[in-house]
């Protein structure tokens, strides 16, 4: 399937400008991207190149045994919709997009791969973009391909397929909605409004943006009257709403609850399975702080923003809202990752630029573009990105990364549903599924028997798999680590029968 993306026009340009402009034939095309819209096989090419990177950086990372949270979360909640032949699972899962095209091949490498080609899908269409810039041919390749070296950049177009998919939305929304706006091409208009419907099943961030998206329809709408605004706020946003009443229709459907999906422990919204991967801010002041620090990662973002206050004063809310759609999401707690938030400006700036921005600029640009480059590889990436870091950097699988093999592989072939563990929680149960590729030997929340099973397992199943706790100091308990020990959470009925640093089998009998 091809997706069209209507060219955007997105600066006006002033009278003496269109004066001054220098007259087309139909011939020759104003721009490269006006060249090629109609040969998709060079998109495809062009996507595929521009991927190529990002997929020898996953190669890389395999080899490392690295995967992130939230990417074997997905493979392993596809293993079960598969294996258990309940692709009802799905009203657990929010987002439902990236959950779908994992579930044909539910493979650690799937959504990496996946978000590589977005991430080159991504690039080719800002290229398109860069091109009608009157900057040197050099310059435009240094404006892509500098931004998109960053660590949180590789990380996100990697081990992100949700949020990566996101942003190539965003950017297909973009170029429509300029279109729609600014030139009224009504078939734009419906691809943008249709793009934000879509984007919802793609991150639960995209209703926030898109939103946005069509209440900042006065910023950009020419026709100035109530009637067309609204016409076009509406063709924008119904999609969106649309998509927002019918999953919440499926949640109420599956589980009883149409805002399941906000507020299970499972949603993406909370991120409850890895909540240290994400900086939790519970307050404005903390908010404000943290976007502070992030803005440090995008001077290109900064930069780009002084040209559209300078050419397009009018437009500059509209360039600044992720700033404040991200305060205002951190200051209620909700998880929104450092590196989705310099992707997010990354790409914005990158789209951003207008089209008629002087030629002189250039030399300030580039200087701008290996600010932004040097920056990001000299302050310090957090979580599980330095995470990814450390194992591209030292080429060798971590030691908890080994451990999850380890254990993985040797329980891969035991009886179907004989090991009673839980995938969810604060523990890394699912990753244990994730890599031993299968969900058969569990006995999982997902299934009917898991609660009983688990009060009383001996009626139940032969092996319990669970997380080890550490003893206490002695010192401070008072209870020898012997003692300590032997309080460890070992079922009725069961003994021990392999250890892990991190993890314990119990065995029946």
Known sequence: MTIEVVNSEEDETSLAEAKTAPSYSPSAPKSLWQGVRGWPWLTLAGTIVLALPFLIATYQASLNLFISNNHANQVEKALIAVQRGRLEIIGFIYPPIPFLLIVPYPHPLTPSIMAAFMAGATAWLLWQRLSVLNFPLVVRVMLLIL???????????????????LLLVMV?????????????ETRAGFIAGLGLGIGFGVNHYS?????????????????????PIMATVLVLAFPLLLAIFAWSYINWVFVGDPFYFVTSPESSVFVR????????TVSFSLAFQTVLEDLLSVPLYMAVGVIVAFLHIKRL???????????????????????????????????????????????LLVVVIILHFTVNFVLPVRDEVAVWGRAMLDRQPATL??????????VKSFPEKSILLNDGGA????????RAGTAQPFLLPPDALYQIASSQPMSFVRY????????????????????AEAQQRVPLGFRLKKSWPNWRLYELG
Not at 427 to 434: A, C, F, L, T
């Open 207 to 227: 209703a926030v943006f898109g939103l946005f998206f069509a209440l900042s329809v006065p910023l950009f709408i020419r026709d100035r009257r109530f009637g």
């Open 317 to 363: 809310p509209a360039y600044l809202a992720p700033i404040f759609l991200v305060i205002g999401l951190r200051s209620l707690g909700l998880a929104f990752p450092d590196y989705l938030f310099i992707g997010t400006c990354t790409v914005l700036a990158l789209a951003g630029i207008p089209r008629f921005t002087s030629a002189r600029l250039w030399p």
């Open 464 to 483: 319990v798999l669970l997380p080890y706790i550490p003893p206490k100091d002695p010192a401070s308990t008072g209870i020898s680590t012997e003692a």
């Open 172 to 184: 297909i929304v973009w170029n429509n909605f300029i279109s729609f706006t600014q030139g009224g």
């Open 147 to 165: 931004p998109f070296s960053v660590p949180s950049m590789i990380y996100l177009a990697t081990q992100s397929i949700a949020e990566m998919m």
């Open 401 to 410: 990364d080994l451990e999850e093999q380890e254990i993985a592989q040797y």
């Open 427 to 434: 523990n890394s149960g699912y990753r244990i599924i994730m």
């Open 273 to 280: 399975s890895q909540p240290s991967d994400y900086r939790l």
